[in-house]
T-cell receptor, first 120, second 112 residues
Framework: GAVVSQHPSRVICKSGTSVKIECRSLDFQATTMFWYRQFPKKSLMLMATSNEGSKATYEQGVEKDKFLINHASLTLSTLTVTSAHPEDSSFYICSARDSSGRFLAGNEQFFGPGTRLTVL | GQNIDQPTEMTATEGAIVQINCTYQ??????LFWYQQHAGEAPTFLSY????GLEEKGRFSSFLSRSKGYSYLLLKELQMKDSASYLC?????????????FGAGTQVVVTP
């Protein structure tokens, strides 16, 4: 159990376009999901915390109007990179916490396989 | 923010033991995770410590000392497939939920 999927796994787009990335918890409900970004040979940086039914909380320095997050259901969160530019090219990873608290009292995050975004 | 430090790279031979240290300074500490990450893939869970002491799981063990802000991951009987980045991540409570702060990762290179 506790599987998280991400779609697409890889996307290439032109500068100025918007890209939507989906994160789904397949066999559990997730009140809280997280979005991370990882540049080559760097660690994961938390971008925002996505909460079902309420607004996302963004980390300092992350533009909320550029990275739109929607968490419309207990199994789906989406990240939309608006007006993408080459500097947005990165590996985007989502994670989800099981709302039931089955795993490590709800402290464990389950990671999706990641989405490689390349902006030309 | 939280300060998390771990070495950048370590090299060891197949069959050997390697210890990856992680030090942290944090408020609202709520546990420490170790993840393994191969290039281009998502992190995979290795271990979790919330109380002081050693947690053993097969070839991998993890230790935590909360008073010292210190943890280590011990990899025994190294195999070539263990070549990967190992991430120390501290869970801390802020507002009403916990978040993870990751260290920069330690690249372990296993040589024949």
């Amino acid at each position: 159990g506790a599987v998280v999927s991400q779609h697409p796994s890889r996307v290439i787009c032109k500068s100025g376009t918007s890209v939507k990335i989906e994160c789904r918890s397949l066999d559990f409900q997730a009140t809280t999901m997280f979005w991370y970004r990882q540049f080559p040979k760097k660690s994961l940086m938390l971008m925002a915390t996505s909460n079902e039914g309420s607004k996302a909380t963004y980390e300092q320095g992350v533009e909320k109007d550029k990275f739109l997050i929607n968490h419309a259901s207990l199994t789906l969160s989406t990240l939309t990179v608006t007006s993408a530019h080459p500097e947005d090219s990165s590996f985007y990873i989502c994670s989800a916490r099981d709302s039931s608290g089955r795993f490590l009292a709800g402290n464990e995050q389950f990671f999706g396989p990641g989405t490689r975004l390349t902006v030309l | 923010g939280q300060n998390i430090d771990q070495p950048t790279e370590m090299t060891a031979t197949e069959g050997a033991i390697v210890q990856i240290n992680c030090t942290y300074q944090t408020s609202g500490f709520n546990g420490l995770f170790w993840y393994q990450q191969h290039a281009g893939e998502a992190p995979t869970f290795l271990s979790y410590n919330v109380l002081d002491g050693l947690e053993e799981k097969g070839r991998f063990s993890s230790f935590l000392s909360r008073s010292k802000g210190y943890s280590y991951l011990l990899l025994k009987e190294l195999q070539m497939k263990d070549s990967a980045s190992y991430l120390c991540a501290v869970s801390f409570i802020t507002d009403s939920w916990g978040k993870l702060q990751f260290g920069a990762g330690t690249q372990v290179v296993v040589t024949p």
